[in-house]
């Protein structure tokens, strides 16, 4: 399985066939984030299976879905669940899905995960909105010939996650009345949770929160000029003093707890952008 531009425009003619929703905002459920979907009035819903060229979901908490539809007044194109690279698939492959959904239409994205918090000052089951990220797996979507109709040879992530959506954010939290936290996610290649020392090294140059997802897609979308937010359920603590690290069911756990406050403030985020 590749990952062209000529394969993401026939799953676009794919979806269009299909319905003339045109969609104005993307978002990508991660881990046990997934109920939201159910909230959306959906006019068009795709298993991954049935798409062409899609990557499909194999990781726990992914069921692999694809929903056209409105919610709070915005065109909407969510993701019920996400592919890793640690399933097997390459960066541009985990992008695929992303860079699919700008052709369709959307100029903004809402890419959520679960993360495990590095800050000692954070809670598990609070939001951490994306700051910045640090690439510690060190590989990209765009390796290899650069197509320009995806973006330019060389595009500029110094401002990855876009400051007025964050600001915008920030003003949902605050009229929603929770903390908010922000801070940087790194990309943790995976299967396997980090070590201690891993841990170590990842709080010292910079690091709030670790996850296996998320920053592939980032890099894909800000290649291709759109406007990204970035958010983290903080389903647990990976502090390495610490004896104990969270299970994969308890990840899914502690984000499925922190769905209530989850769906409304991306509720919250996508009024405040249609005002």
């Known amino acids: 399985m590749s990952a062209t531009y000529e394969q993401i425009q026939e799953t676009v003619k794919f979806i269009q066939s299909r319905t003339d929703l045109v969609p104005q905002v993307g978002i990508v459920l991660g881990s046990g984030l ?6 959306i009035e959906a006019v068009a ?4 299976a049935d798409l062409p060229h899609f990557p499909r979901s194999t990781a726990p908490g992914h ?4 929903i ?3 919610l709070e007044g915005q065109k909407v194109l969510a993701y019920k669940g996400r592919v890793h690279c640690y399933e097997g698939y390459t960066p541009a492959q985990a992008a695929f899905p992303v860079r699919m959904g700008v052709f369709l239409g959307a100029r903004t994205f809402l890419i959520s995960s679960a993360a495990g918090g590095l800050n000692p000052n954070w809670n598990a089951g609070e939001l951490m909105l994306h700051s910045d990220y640090i690439n510690y797996a060190g590989l990209s979507p765009l390796t290899g010939p650069n197509d320009e109709r995806l973006g330019p040879r060389f595009p500029v992530t110094f401002d990855a996650y876009d400051l007025e959506l964050r600001r915008l954010a920030h003003t949902v939290a605050r009229s929603q009345d929770f903390i908010l936290r922000e801070g940087v996610y790194a990309w ?7 070590s201690r020392a891993e841990l170590r090294v990842l709080r010292n140059i910079g690091a709030d929160a670790i996850g296996m997802s998320t920053v592939p897609e980032v890099i894909a979308l800000r290649h291709l000029g759109v406007r990204v937010l970035g958010l983290s359920s903080i ?5 390495p003093e610490r004896d104990h690290h969270a299970t994969e069911q308890e990840v899914l756990e ?3 707890r922190g769905g209530v406050q989850f769906r409304k403030f991306v509720r919250g985020i996508l009024a405040a952008l249609r005002s």
């Open 45 to 48: 819903s795709f298993p991954y």
């Open 254 to 256: 502690v984000a499925a």
């Open 68 to 70: 056209l539809g409105r």
């Open 188 to 194: 943790w290649p995976g299967p396997q949770f980090a």
């Open 63 to 66: 069921e692999g879905r694809l």
């Open 235 to 239: 389903t647990d603590l990976a502090i």
């Open 34 to 39: 997934g109920p939201l979907a159910e909230e």
